[in-house]
Nanobody
């Protein structure tokens, strides 16, 4: 069992930055791939970014490439999402998620159903 707690959300002006954190419980954090998803009002949850268990591989949605950076610190059981050049359309609740398994196809990372555990989410609001 893994429990995930996100933090770092808030209100920021367009062009600004935020750094989200996701702290995980449990001793097996380093064996989980981690993903970030977001959900805006009236919209479906969508993939933002993901990172492999080792941190060697990262994946991004096209709209986030170059603006967002996902990283992890397995010693601290924490995954991060650095968000720069934020836009009003980035406004959403951001969730982190954990997926068991050391061998994951690149095609599986963006699929929310592939993840076993989810945090409660943190609100990010970008004003224009």
């Amino acid at each position: 069992q893994v429990q995930l707690v996100e933090s770092g959300g808030g209100l920021v002006q367009a062009g600004g930055s935020l750094r989200l954190s996701c702290a995980a419980s449990g001793r097996t954090f380093s064996t989980y791939a981690m993903g970030w998803f977001r959900q805006a009002p009236g919209r479906e949850r969508e993939f933002v970014a993901a990172i492999s268990w080792s941190g060697d591989n990262t994946y991004y949605a096209n709209s986030e490439k170059g603006r967002f950076t996902v990283s992890r610190d397995n010693a601290k059981n924490t995954v991060y999402l650095q968000m720069n050049s934020l836009k009003p359309e980035d406004t959403a609740v951001y969730y982190c998620a954990a997926r068991r398994g050391l061998f994951i196809s690149i095609h599986q990372y963006p699929i929310s159903d592939e993840y076993n555990y989810w945090g409660q989410g943190t609100q990010v609001t970008v004003s224009s």
